[in-house]
């Protein structure tokens, strides 16, 4: 499952919580450390770069919030980051520099890279986004299986699986990702650096690095 590994999705120079994946392998072990990391993470921010609003948000100066978002710690939004009209923000978030949240965009316990875009009716909940990852307008992360087991990652090319001992996993999305609109990425989703994926799909499993996705049975390189 070498695919799956955090160093093979992120480069981890593009966000604040770089120290979170510090000796972790897999993305999914960081999802129930965020709300701790968030909260000691907050206490050592520079105070003349950003604002804590309440107990546990910290906004940075320089960021810009619509009075119309609902923001609900803890949460940390970077530098330049634009959160637009009525997103709603439900706590454990780190939103990086850059990063786009739009109008009625869900976010719960959820790490976004600098530069990352979810601007138009998306939800997103117990995912990491790489660098430059984009959701097209309507897509989302579904985060827990139907049968409300435990989510497994699957290895589409080999079979292999993983159990990640979590009942809520959405999509761990690699570096410089497009994920056209109106897709559901279902639980346990992997999708590899610098990947398309076609607008109305259903994804499961691992999806390759460098790859366009046009359905479960069409995977291509990217030439």
């Known amino acids: 499952m ?3 590994k955090i160093e093979r999705l992120y480069n981890l120079e593009h966000t604040i919580a770089k120290s979170l994946f510090q000796n972790i392998e897999y993305p ?3 999802l129930p450390k965020i709300n701790e990391y968030i909260l000691e993470l907050g206490k050592t921010l520079n105070k003349d770069e950003y604002d804590q609003i309440e107990e546990d948000i910290w906004i940075s100066k320089t960021a810009k919030v619509a009075k119309t978002a609902y923001i609900k710690g803890p949460v940390i939004i970077c530098e330049n980051a634009e959160i637009r009209h009525c997103a709603f923000i439900r706590g454990n978030v780190i939103i990086g ?3 786009v949240v739009g109008n009625s965009t869900e976010l719960k316990n959820v ?3 600098d ?3 979810v601007p138009h009716y998306n939800y997103v909940g117990d995912s990491i986004l790489g660098y430059k990852s984009h959701m097209g307008a ?3 992360t579904s985060n827990v299986k139907s049968d409300k087991k435990l989510v497994i990652i699957k290895n589409n090319q080999t079979g292999n699986t993983i159990q990640t001992n979590l009942k809520k996993v959405g999509a761990l999305i690699g570096d410089n990702v497009e994920i056209g609109c109106n897709s559901v990425l279902n639980p346990g989703t992997i999708i590899g650096k610098n990947t398309n994926i076609y607008p109305l799909s259903s994804v499961r499993g691992t999806i390759p690095q460098n790859s366009i996705y046009k359905n479960q049975n069409e995977i291509v390189n990217k030439i």
Request: proline share 0%; aromatic share 12%.
């Open 111 to 113: 790490i976004l890279f």
């Open 28 to 30: 999914w072990e960081i």
């Open 97 to 99: 520099k850059n990063a």
């Open 138 to 140: 309507g897509s989302i």
């Open 115 to 117: 530069n990352v875009q």
């Open 2 to 4: 070498e695919q799956c």
